[in-house]
């Protein structure tokens, strides 16, 4: 069976899109895939380390603009887009104690939901596996399960016999 994020991938690619938002740049392996898919590609992270990897990673290529910011400002950089990525949690092999915080990543999602083209996807990969992804999850969970099911569908991916695994939601904007 197919990772998580590998799930993502394999959905993504169905679809050829215009604006694409890696909101957790991490190592740039979502970045990169994405620009296979995508026009234009706009991936952030607050951490130098991050940046240097995926720069690493996707190289030369023009249509990818990597940004040393946080995914809250997304909007200084686009104002909508047709899919995007949140990979939560922490930079693998990075610092453990830097993640991403509850309260950001809500925001940055209802920010994200505005914008985001008819007919476009978000997907959340969600790490419980750690104090604060957990209670990020508990928070991003109530916040999706009560969008409007005229303007948006959810749906919940997740495997049903491991403790704390990840899990993918996926928002489609209806209209």
Known sequence: MESMIEFVHQRIS????SIGIDFTMGNGHDTLFLAKYCQTVHSFDIQEQALVSSRQLV???SHVFLHLDSHEHFLNYVDHFDVGIFNLGYLPQGDHHITTQSDVTLNTLRQALIALNPLGHIYLV?????EEGLKESALIDAYVASLDHKLYNVALFKMMNKDH???VLDIEKRK
């Open 14 to 17: 169905q679809n050829q899109y």
């Open 59 to 61: 190289k030369d290529q």
């Open 126 to 130: 969600v790490y419980i596996g750690h």
């Open 165 to 167: 695994a990840p899990y």
